[in-house]
């Protein structure tokens, strides 16, 4: 059975910083899309980072959205099985449930920030930014 477990998580006032982990039991990250996603109340889920690695496990490209790039880093550990997200200078609107994903559905590095990608996803991790 696969679990992602996200953690990291909290409370921090605009201009903070936070890292977020999405621990894999059950799964190894190897290749394809990994991603980093989030959802605030009211809002449709969105794709905030993606990390693509080639089938010999190299590094191959990170994606973002605009409204992150310059301040998130996306990376992974695959010693520790284990998918990272930096987030640096955090806004009050970056405030959302984040969630990892797993378990690309396609070699595709264009996909990596859409969700319907993903056949695995981590049970969530709130963050709140305060102004």
């Known amino acids: 059975q696969v679990q992602l477990v996200e953690s990291g998580g909290g409370s921090v006032q605009a201009g903070g910083s936070l890292r977020l982990s999405c621990a894999a039991f059950g799964y190894t990250y190897s290749s394809g899309c990994m991603g980093w996603f989030r959802q605030a109340p009211g809002k449709e889920r969105e794709g905030v980072a993606g990390i693509y690695t080639t089938d010999r496990s190299q590094y191959y490209g990170a994606y973002y959205a605009d409204s992150v790039k310059g301040r998130f880093t996306i990376s992974q550990d695959n010693a520790k099985n284990t998918l990272y997200l930096q987030m640096n200078n955090l806004k009050p609107e970056d405030t959302a449930m984040y969630y990892c994903?797993?378990?690309?559905?396609?070699?595709?590095?264009?996909?990596?920030?859409?969700?319907?990608?993903?056949?695995?996803w981590g049970q969530g991790t709130q963050v709140t930014v305060s102004s």
């Open positions: 994903a797993a378990g690309p559905r396609t070699a595709d590095p264009r996909t990596c920030l859409t969700g319907g990608q993903y056949n695995y």
